[in-house]
């Protein structure tokens, strides 16, 4: 019954905010040895803003998946704990500096606006469908919006950022990803019967026909232009593998995976010939202890390998809440949180929270599995992946596993742009399940009966 479950969900979301009161005070403690005196203030807060959450859930999406607002709320609220014990260190660095809690906090009341918003207005996510061609529009003028004159801004050598007065900064291509990919899943539903016929056999791989590669070469052509013109490997990245990801959902069909591995990776390796920025950054992540590249002005190496410095620190257990030093990371409260808090919660912590990650992409590949038609499988299983493999790409950047990319990490870095998408990410997994999980009307009417002549 969808009652017993929102009460296991509430009692889920109350221990989440305990934990991030329990990091919260642990940090206070270590620092200067007494509870932090806003402890009560952030834990109404962060409570009162989920309990809002909760109830618009509980109302509005009743038999949506009860794990993903705990998990989300549990990651959100560490991120938050993170950005204030970066805050509070008194060594003077940029990354102390720039740090704030407060406007952190103010982002998630706004990332909780835009939940509710879209669970109270979007009441059956299969209208989306019909707005296939208007989201990839969308997306793609988000996406290349930064290359406009006047508001366009070029940021530490990247051009990602839009500038809107009274505003501020925003990053557009977190929120062209949404609609990129309910571009994929509207036109992949309606295209794949097309794109999952054979052509020719190549050893064990059936390849597609000839004609069936423009949406990919398409798509190829766009993350190129993205990480030539804006130098943004990480958009460039996500946006191409979560549409060969969708592509092989869609079709089941593996060379679609293996020629959008091999376009990407020479594209990549083209580019890093023929521009010096993306051959920056192949040298940093193959040389990064070199004292040239090191010691370089913009885009050099001390900001990747001083966050595996931070995390060799912290070993196995890590140094403790508040007791090591993360501050000495450049943008520890924005590209390397994951290292700044891998160093405090070591590799046991880092596990757990890879693990809590790994629970909220499970939930929804769940929903995509349970769901009744094509369209929202596609939907569920590609903002699933989407979530998933950002994750891998800035935890493998940081690890030095792959090149660093610049994306950020969901729900925990400091920055509104990245939070209110990743928000609004939930949101439509939140919805999807609930459409996913809800029995049919005869169903529901019959365990109504049951109810009454058990009484």
């Not at 940090?27 to 932090?36: C, F, K, N, Y």
């Not at 962060?46 to 998990?71: C, H, N, Q, S, T």
């Not at 660095?93 to 979007?122: E, H, Y």
């Amino acid at each position: 019954m969808p009652a017993k479950r929102r009460v296991a969900q509430l009692l889920m979301l109350a221990l989440a905010v305990v934990i991030v009161m329990g990091a919260y005070a642990n940090v206070g403690l270590a620092m200067d040895e007494q509870i932090p005196s806003g402890m009560l203030t952030y834990g109404l807060s962060l409570g009162g803003l989920m309990l809002a959450a909760y109830l618009v859930l509980a109302k509005f999406a009743p038999w949506a998946d009860p794990l993903i607002l705990p998990l989300v709320t549990l990651v959100n609220g560490l991120g938050l704990v993170m950005i204030y014990r970066l805050s509070e260190s008194d060594s003077g660095l940029p990354s102390a500096k720039l740090a704030s809690p407060n406007t952190q906090l103010l982002w998630t009341l706004i990332g909780i606006v835009l939940f509710s918003v879209t669970l109270i207005f979007l009441r059956d996510h299969r209208a989306l469908q019909r707005l296939t061609y208007t989201a990839g529009a969308a997306g793609i003028f988000l996406l290349l919006s930064p290359l406009l004159p006047v508001i366009g801004q070029d940021v530490n050598g990247a051009r990602i950022w839009v500038g809107i007065p009274g505003v501020g900064q925003i990053q557009p291509a977190e929120f062209a990803k949404l609609a990129l990919v309910i571009f994929f899943a509207g036109y992949l539903v309606a295209k794949r019967d097309v794109l999952a016929l054979a052509g020719r056999r190549l050893l064990f791989i059936d390849l597609p026909r000839a004609r069936d590669l423009g949406p990919v070469l398409i798509t190829w052509g766009v993350s190129l232009g993205v990480l030539v013109m804006q130098k943004d490997l990480g958009s460039s990245l996500l946006l191409f593998g979560t549409f060969i990801a969708m592509l092989y959902i869609a079709t089941q069909r593996i060379s679609w995976v293996i020629i959008g591995i091999l376009l990407f990776v020479g594209g990549a390796v083209l580019a890093g010939i023929a521009f010096d920025h993306v051959g920056d950054r192949l040298e940093i992540w193959l040389d990064p202890g070199n004292p040239e590249f090191y010691n370089r002005e913009l885009g050099g190496s001390e900001q990747l390998m001083q966050g595996l410095f931070a995390m060799g620190s912290g070993g196995i257990l890590g140094t403790g809440l508040g007791q090591g030093h993360p501050d000495l990371i450049p943008l520890a409260f924005s590209d390397f949180i994951f290292a700044a808090t891998g160093e405090e919660i070591g590799l046991t912590g880092i596990m757990a929270l890879l693990m809590v990650y790994a629970l909220i992409v499970e939930r929804g590949l769940r929903t995509s599995l349970a769901a009744r038609d094509p369209f929202t499988k596609l939907l569920s299983g590609g903002l699933s992946f989407l979530l998933a493999w950002q994750i891998f790409i800035i935890v493998g950047g940081v690890t030095r596993l792959i090149p660093l990319t610049g994306l950020v990490t969901p729900f925990m870095s400091q920055g509104g742009s990245a939070l209110l998408a990743n928000w609004i990410l939930i949101a439509l997994l939140v919805r999807m399940s609930d459409a996913a999980r809800r029995p049919p009307p005869q169903a529901i009417q019959d365990e109504g009966l049951t109810q009454v002549f058990q009484r």
